[in-house]
């Protein structure tokens, strides 16, 4: 199979690259007034600008040919009809079919899997609503009134983050915990002041394998039959997962299990009845507002020309600021508090997905893949990090975000917080010279000399590439419409990257050590098969603990 540095789209791109490191974006605006409108675009709700990226309109073209060339259109209708992309595992990748509020067929080895998704959605309809309407009661014949979520990575990170993004639209009517981390401290802190007879527990995970969430649940059913009978298990604990069989011999009956299918992937799962715990917290007609919003952009990606078509472009922006441009880090920065998880969720879309090293046919490949996607809330990050992004000689492309309306109006709060975006984008981009800071340390009455001294210092080079994605408020609509435009950019970016983004064979590796070591641990005078290193440690922590 040929690469992607051989099209020819890649060698013009390559060119450009060389060309635009020379220039500077505050030039390319001066240069052109019209920028911005060139440089950006909408779908309903969600204003993309992508004027400051070190891009002219001549790349800009090579990287829609490079699309083009890559095959884009073919891969994205591959998935969204149900063909097994996923080749490394054979499956589909159908997170799509989760969202898909037209209903038409979506076929998988010629069944359409529309009527299953249909109908557990109907069922977390159900059983949300039984919950919170406090008709399902817990052994004593209490309602419920806290749910504990139980799982981690894409069993934990998306129905988190988007109940924490919410939370301005729950009312009250359960509180909802998550779990993930397997020391005991997370746990521990959730379950205290909790009580078993009005806490029910999810336990998410799509394996029912997965070493850290089967502890935590194995610990937290320990402590329930400390204030609860055996048999009051069936009214306190639901499972999330495709494997019936580990639920049943764990002790889950089959009515409370939820299920999902092979053909969606864990960091693409909160569609599902993964997001069991965000129906929980808001009611399932907020969750279904969250699938709307995913809905809208799986439209909006398969009809929007790769000119204005957001998710392509995110990932086009992408590839170029790493793989020409040589960028290896990529900051994501909500303005919003509501999505202050967001950096975390992505992290695993995009980094488990996407950060690999050989090609569709197992070849290594010859230029950067994705960059280490890291960030904050904006705002914090302004009083902690931004030092580096400013003046740091890495340069890091970072996406802002914002949106136009703030969950809560609270006086001035929320103009002082976008004053800070746009102020924050202008300045990485514009930077500050030699002559301006001159201009006004003289102003300021300062001497040559005292002006000698520091000049060095204060000088920003700028130049620094920025996305503005502005919302227009953070809702369930919207956070839907959010997650699904990273989600089809993390697809783009593994297309046109030749990278199979549905496996994560990488964090199997480390699984297999862990529980070969776990073993050692309960073991006495064991000759560690390590390096002198991880045997030194074992051993140390054997010795102290
Ligand atoms: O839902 P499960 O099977 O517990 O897996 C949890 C997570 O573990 C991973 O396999 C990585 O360790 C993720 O891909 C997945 O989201």
Known sequence: ???????????????????????????????????????????PGVLFDYSKQLIDEESFSQLIALAEQADIAAWRDKMFSGEKINFTENRAV?????????????????????????????????????????????????????????????????????????????????????????????????????????????????????????????????????????????????????????????????????????????????????????????????????????FEVDEHFKAASFENNIPLIMALLSVWNTSFLGHTAQAILPYDQALHMLPAYLQQGEMESNGKHVTFTGEPVPYTTVPLIWGMTGINGQHAFYQYLHQGNNIVPADFIASVKPQVVMDKHHDILLSNFFAQTEAMMSGVDELQIRADLTAKGKTSTQIDAVIAHKIHQGNRPTTSILLDTVDAKAVGRLIAMYEHKIFCQGILLQICSFDQWGVELGKGLASAIEAELTQNDVNYPHDSSTAGLISYYKNNR
């Open 94 to 294: 159908l997170h799509v079919a989760l969202r898909n509020r037209s209903n038409s067929a979506i076929f998988v080895d010629d069944n359409d899997v529309m009527p299953l998704v249909n109908r557990e959605l109907d069922k977390l309809k159900s059983f949300t609503q039984k919950v919170r309407s406090g008709e399902w009661v817990g052994h004593t014949g209490k309602p419920v009134k806290n749910v504990v979520a139980i799982g981690v990575g894409g069993s934990n990170l998306g129905p988190q983050m988007v109940t924490e993004a919410l939370s301005n639209y729950a009312d009250n009517t359960l509180n909802v915990h998550y779990v993930s981390n397997v020391d005991g401290v997370q746990l521990a802190t959730v379950l205290d002041g909790l009580q078993a007879e009005t806490t029910l527990f999810v336990v998410s995970s799509k394996t029912f394998t997965t070493s850290e969430t089967m502890t935590n649940a194995r610990s937290a059913v320990k402590w329930f039959l400390e204030y609860a009978p055996q048999d009051a298990i069936a009214k306190h604990f639901v499972a999330v997962s495709t494997n019936l069989e580990k639920t049943r011999e764990f002790g889950i009956a089959d009515d409370n299990v939820f299920t999902m299918w092979d053909w969606v992937g864990g960091r693409f799962s909160l569609w599902s009845a993964i997001g069991l715990p965000i129906a929980l917290y808001l009611g399932f007609d907020k969750f279904v507002e969250v699938l709307e919003g995913a």
């Open 1 to 43: 199979m040929s690469c992607r540095s051989d099209l020819s789209s890649w060698q013009a791109l390559e060119q450009s690259a060389t060309k635009l490191k020379q220039q500077q974006l505050k030039t390319l605006f001066a240069k052109d007034t019209s920028r911005f409108a060139k440089f950006s675009c909408q779908m």
